[in-house]
């Protein structure tokens, strides 16, 4: 398991920036020379699960269960700390399975005494281990994490996803913290969407394609009989938030996946998002670029987030909902393929 958990970062280290391509590419802003704001009246801080946030960004599900990981989660810890970002661990699956690994997760909210940490889990897991979840990192927030792809081409992944959705349903009812849903980059359906709305999830983090290509890296874990054909499998962050424009006024949409810049936030936030998560871009900041690098890089976007807000005239993220943007390419077909109108 340890040894998973290494590959796990040292593949999405390797894999990391190899995408050239991006969806969010295909949505542009409609630029117009008169903002009539200044800077200074751009507020950024959002709400999602209850809390509301100084930016609308934060440090997503990554790692835990080795010594390295431990080490990895202690300078992603700093970061929130120093930033004052929301940040989720990876899966306590490990820890709950083996209690000698809980140390390389709960170094998260040691680090992190008074910030917001979210916990992890997999879909597959019971609501008495979601409580304990939340105990090893006195969490304020509970993630659930459905991962059926990555899980399938996994040599040791699970093959039984029959009780899902059932096991999501007694966790929402089960906590009294906010339960966020997810995906790990295979985007969602306007169907899974709904499904989980209806079981009384409320916040739904899509999780499309375009960042950390799980797919990608348990082929790369396989010896024989790989799946390479399923790494390209699931949609996008941008179409993942698309297909959930009918839900945007009635559920909490976080967007992540494939986040490069903060142009990619603000796009993300215009196309009906509370906020983004951003995990393997800012992997491989603390990694090459070391801890004061990363915090210093993060507090830049927070100002460069707010100036793109001023260029579009948009005082308030809520507002960037009304931001005018066009969709070109792939993305248009896909919303013309499954019928989803998109109007200011």
């Known amino acids: 398991m340890i040894d998973k958990k290494d590959d796990h970062v040292i593949l999405a280290e390797k894999f990391y920036g190899e995408s050239k391509t991006s969806d969010f590419d295909n949505i542009r802003f409609v630029h117009h020379s008169f903002p009539e704001m200044s800077l200074e009246e751009a507020d950024i801080s959002t709400s999602f699960s209850a809390f509301t946030v100084e930016q ?3 440090i997503n599900a990554m790692t835990g269960g080795s010594e390295r990981t431990k080490s990895i989660n202690e300078k992603l810890a700093t970061v929130a700390r120093e930033t004052k970002l929301p940040i989720a661990s990876g899966s306590l699956s490990v820890a709950i399975k083996e209690t000698s690994l809980i140390d390389s997760f709960k170094i998260i909210r040691e680090i992190n005494r008074k910030g917001l940490v979210f916990a992890n889990l997999g879909a597959e897991h019971t609501a008495e281990n979601a409580k304990k979840a939340v105990d090893i990192l006195e969490a304020d927030a509970m993630q659930i994490h459905c991962n059926a792809v990555q899980e399938i081409i996994m040599p040791e992944g699970g093959r039984d996803f029959s009780n899902w959705l059932k096991n999501i349903e007694k966790i929402v009812k089960s906590l009294d913290i906010p339960v966020i849903v997810k995906e790990v980059g295979f985007g969602m359906s306007r169907e899974t969407i709904k499904q989980l709305k209806d079981i009384g999830v409320k916040t739904i983090d899509v999780s499309g394609s375009g960042g950390t290509n799980f797919a990608k890296i348990e082929n790369y874990r396989r010896d ?11 949609q996008s962050t941008v179409v993942s938030l698309l297909e959930a424009q009918e839900f945007i006024n009635d559920t909490e949409i976080i967007a992540s996946g494939g986040i490069r810049n903060p ?15 951003i995990s393997g871009l800012f992997l491989n900041m603390v990694l090459n670029d070391g801890v004061e690098k990363t915090i210093e890089e993060i507090n830049n976007w927070k100002t460069k987030i707010a100036s793109i807000m001023t260029l579009l005239g948009k005082r308030k993220v809520a507002d960037l909902t ?5 969709i070109f390419n792939e993305v248009k077909e896909w919303c013309i393929a499954r019928g989803i109108m998109i109007v200011n």
């Open 263 to 277: 142009l990619d936030v603000v796009k993300a936030l215009s196309l009906g998002a509370k906020a983004v998560g």
């Open 56 to 58: 609308p960004f934060f």
């Open 322 to 326: 009304q931001a005018d943007l066009l």
């Open 224 to 234: 024989t009989s790989k799946y390479n054909y399923l790494e390209d499998f699931g």
